[in-house]
C-alpha cells in the first residue's frame, strides 16, 4: 500500500487546505496522475500519484486543512486496478468458480427471463453478487444494496455503471429536493423575510485579508497623487501598434510603458525600491515588478523579473504570460516571491481614484486609473479636452520622506507624458 503525504510546499509554507479531490477512491491511477489539489496561502499545487494502482482512501475532505508530511491517501499498487482497466484476476477467479463454462448459456436465457418476469431463479440467501471490492465500496459509500441491482453483465457481475444507472433511476423516482446553498455556505436562521448567507473564506480570501490588515497596522502608510495627459502616449501606441504587434506578436499596452517608467523612477529615488528588515533599510539594486492580477479566488501579485533588462515586447510577453497562469490557476510559488515594487492597475474595471494598499515588505506601489477625458486647461486662455489620468504613490512614510514620494510620482508623470524621454531614460 503507498501512502500518499503532502510534500515540502516552499519556504514558510507549512499546510495547505485540500480544494478538489481529482480522483475518487476505487479510480485507477497512472503514475505521475494528480489525484488532489491543495490551496496554499500562495498558489495551488496539485500532487500527484508516484506509483500507479487504485486509489483506496482518501483521509481527508475538501475543506480540511492537511500539513507537510500527513498522509492523504492510500494508493494499492498491489496490481488491483479499477474496471475500467478491465477485469483482475480475483475477479475472474470468482466467476470460474461461481459459474461452470458450461452453464454460460443458461445464465444468459436465465438473466433474460430475470429481466422478463423479475423472478429470481434461486433464493436468496446463496446468491451473493459478483463485483470487484473497488465496486462494493463504491456502493457502500451510496448506501446501495448490491442485491438490489440487475446487472447488464450475462456473468452477473455487478459494475460501476449499473450502480450509477439504478441510483438514477431511484433519485428520478424521488421529489426534487430542495436546492442547496453554495459550497462553503451555510443557512442562517432569523428572520425569513431577510435572508443571509454565510461563506467560509478560502485559505488565499483570509491571507490576503490578514497581508491587507498587517500593512495597515506595521507601515506609516500614506498616499500621494497626481494626473498625467495620456494624449503623446496614446498617440504614439496608435501609431505603433499594430507594426508592434507585427514584429512581436503581442499587443502593445500600457503596462509595458508604465513599468519603464517606474523603473526610471526607481532608478532616480531609490528608497522607494526598499524595504524594512529590523533597523536597516535594504535598498534593492534590482527591479523586479509585481503586477497585480485579479482572479476569481482573489488577486495575485506574480513578478516580472529583471524588467529593467526587457524591452516592451518582453514585458508585454511575460505580463500576458503571468496572467494567464493566474487565471488557469498554473502560478508557482517562484512566480509570486521576491518583488520590489508593484503596480495595480484599478483602471481596467472602471476605477477613477483610490489609494491602493502595500503589497507588503515592499515600501511603495502605483496605482494606476481609469483614463477619462476631462477639460485641460493649455494656457489662460485655451482649454481642451485631454485624456486623462490620475496615478497614486501609496508609500511607507517610515523610509520614504513626502518629497522623495512626490518626486516619484512627478518622474513617472514626466515620462509617460514624453514617450520620447520613456524610451531615452526608463
Same mark, same amino acid.
Given at each position: ?29 497512472? %503514475?505521475? =496522475?494528480?489525484? !488532489? &489539489?491543495?490551496?496554499?496561502?500562495? +498558489?495551488?499545487? *496539485?500532487?500527484?500519484?508516484? /506509483?500507479? #494502482? ?13 500539513k507537510v508530511g500527513d ?17 483482475t484476476e480475483q475477479e ?6 461461481? %459459474?461452470? =463454462?458450461?452453464? !454460460? &448459456?443458461?445464465?444468459?436465457?436465465? +438473466?433474460?427471463? *430475470?429481466?422478463?418476469?423479475? /423472478?429470481? #431463479?434461486?433464493?436468496?440467501s446463496d446468491h451473493r ?52 446553498? *453554495?459550497?462553503?455556505?451555510? /443557512? ?239
Amino acid at each position: 500500500m503507498l501512502e500518499i503525504k503532502v510534500p515540502e510546499l516552499a519556504e514558510s509554507v507549512t499546510e495547505g487546505t485540500v480544494a478538489e479531490w481529482l480522483k475518487q477512491p476505487g479510480d485507477y491511477v497512472e %503514475k505521475g =496522475e494528480d489525484i !488532489v &489539489e491543495l490551496e496554499t496561502d500562495k +498558489v495551488n499545487v *496539485e500532487i500527484a500519484a508516484d /506509483e500507479a #494502482g487504485t486509489l483506496e482512501e482518501t483521509l481527508f475532505e475538501a475543506g480540511d486543512t492537511v500539513k507537510v508530511g500527513d498522509v492523504i491517501a492510500k494508493i494499492n499498487t498491489g496490481g488491483e486496478a479499477s474496471e475500467s482497466k478491465g477485469d483482475t484476476e480475483q475477479e475472474q477467479k470468482e466467476i470460474k468458480e461461481s %459459474k461452470p =463454462e458450461s452453464d !454460460v &448459456e443458461a445464465d444468459k436465457k436465465a +438473466v433474460t427471463a *430475470e429481466e422478463k418476469t423479475g /423472478e429470481s #431463479g434461486g433464493s436468496e440467501s446463496d446468491h451473493r453478487p459478483l463485483a470487484s471490492p473497488a465496486t462494493r465500496k463504491y456502493a457502500r459509500e451510496k448506501g446501495i444494496n448490491l442485491d438490489d441491482i440487475n446487472p447488464r453483465d450475462p456473468l452477473g457481475r455487478v459494475r460501476r455503471e449499473d450502480i450509477d444507472e439504478y441510483e438514477a433511476k431511484q433519485t428520478s423516482s424521488k421529489p426534487a429536493p430542495a436546492p442547496a446553498p *453554495e459550497k462553503g455556505a451555510k /443557512e442562517e436562521k432569523g428572520d425569513p423575510s431577510k435572508p443571509v448567507e454565510r461563506i467560509k473564506m478560502s485559505r488565499r480570501r483570509k491571507t490576503i485579508a490578514n497581508r491587507l490588515v498587517e500593512a495597515q497596522q506595521t507601515a506609516a502608510m500614506l498616499t500621494t497623487f497626481n494626473e498625467v495627459d495620456m494624449t503623446n502616449l496614446m498617440e504614439l501606441r496608435k501609431r505603433r501598434k499594430d507594426k508592434f504587434l507585427d514584429d512581436n506578436g503581442v499587443k502593445l499596452g500600457f503596462m509595458s510603458f508604465f513599468t519603464k517608467a517606474v523603473i526610471g523612477a526607481l532608478k532616480k529615488y531609490p528608497y522607494v525600491n526598499a524595504e524594512i528588515d529590523g533597523d536597516d533599510i535594504v535598498l534593492k539594486k534590482f527591479f523586479d515588478i509585481g503586477v497585480a492580477v485579479s482572479t476569481n479566488d482573489g488577486l495575485v501579485v506574480p513578478v516580472v523579473r529583471d524588467a529593467d533588462r526587457m524591452d516592451f515586447a518582453g514585458i508585454e510577453k511575460e505580463i500576458g504570460a503571468l496572467a494567464e497562469k493566474a487565471h488557469n490557476k498554473k502560478l508557482g510559488l517562484g512566480d509570486l516571491q521576491g518583488g520590489s515594487f508593484t503596480i495595480t492597475n484599478g483602471g481596467v474595471f472602471g476605477s477613477l481614484w483610490s489609494t491602493p494598499i502595500l503589497n507588503t515588505p515592499q515600501v511603495g506601489i502605483l496605482g494606476m486609473h481609469k483614463i477619462q477625458m476631462r477639460p485641460v486647461a493649455i494656457d489662460n486662455e485655451r482649454f481642451e479636452n485631454r485624456p486623462m489620468m490620475y496615478i497614486a504613490l501609496s508609500y511607507d512614510h517610515r523610509i520614504i520622506d513626502g518629497k522623495d514620494a512626490v518626486g516619484f510620482l512627478v518622474k513617472v508623470k514626466e515620462l509617460i507624458e514624453d514617450p520620447e524621454a520613456l524610451l531615452l531614460e526608463g
